[in-house]
């Protein structure tokens, strides 16, 4: 190779790490999907023999729903839902944290457990406080809170579903939606007291 070209490689590199460095740090929704991507390069899909079968029992339990059980059940399956990652931009409009989520295509296990953490990433944003994220191929994406009161950390794992597809679902479950619900509550009801 010319030498020039090994000469402009490397003021190639160093202007994308001073650029990388001038932009400051990342936020933690963009540093969850960076982490999740080079993870998603090691990861091997798991056998979904399970699927065959159960494609019946689905079908029946979305038919003996009725009213907003049904409406959230229908949610969780692919082409149901209108925009399933799209949540959670504001806090105001975040009621809850989901348990869990269904996605049909592996590719869109990353963009679940971004629509899952981010009432996380929101909530401590409002409490001026930090969300630590740690990815792990073999047990999911820990969000560590700092200062949230009851509940240190959540973990997002993803299985294969025995209807097919994959659940990304919250394991510290109810318990962890119960603690946003009321810091949330308490959250709002604050800022509309500064407020006035």
Same mark, same amino acid.
């Given at each position: ?29 963009? +540093?969850?999907?960076?982490? *999740?991507?080079?993870?998603?390069? $090691?990861? !091997?899909?798991? &056998?979904?023999? /399970?699927? #065959? %079968? ?63 953490? +981010?009432?996380?990433?929101? *909530?401590?944003?409002?409490?001026? $406080?930090? !969300?630590?994220? &740690?990815?792990? /191929?073999? #047990? %999911? ?56």
């Amino acid at each position: 190779m010319p030498a020039g070209y090994n000469a402009g490689m490397g003021i190639l590199s160093l202007l994308l790490i001073a650029g990388a460095a001038w932009a400051g740090p990342a936020s933690p929704e963009e +540093r969850l999907r960076v982490l *999740l991507t080079d993870i998603q390069a $090691k990861h !091997v899909q798991e &056998a979904r023999e /399970a699927v #065959l %079968g159960s494609a019946d029992e689905l079908k029946d339990a979305v038919a003996n729903q009725s009213g907003p059980a049904k409406k959230g059940m229908m949610d969780r399956f692919p082409g149901m839902a209108a925009d399933p990652f799209n949540v959670c931009r504001e806090l105001a409009r975040c009621p809850e944290a989901a348990l869990s989520m269904h996605v049909e295509d592996q590719k869109l296990i990353n963009d679940a457990f971004i629509a899952m953490a +981010r009432p996380w990433f929101k *909530l401590q944003e409002a409490r001026g $406080k930090a !969300v630590a994220v &740690a990815v792990d /191929a073999g #047990l %999911g994406v820990q969000l560590k809170l700092e200062g949230l009161p009851g509940l240190e950390s959540v973990t997002l794992e993803a299985s294969p579903a025995p209807t097919g597809g994959f659940d990304v679902s919250l394991r510290e479950g109810s318990a962890a939606a119960v603690v946003y619900a009321a810091e949330r509550a308490a959250l709002l009801v604050s800022s509309q007291v500064t407020a006035k």
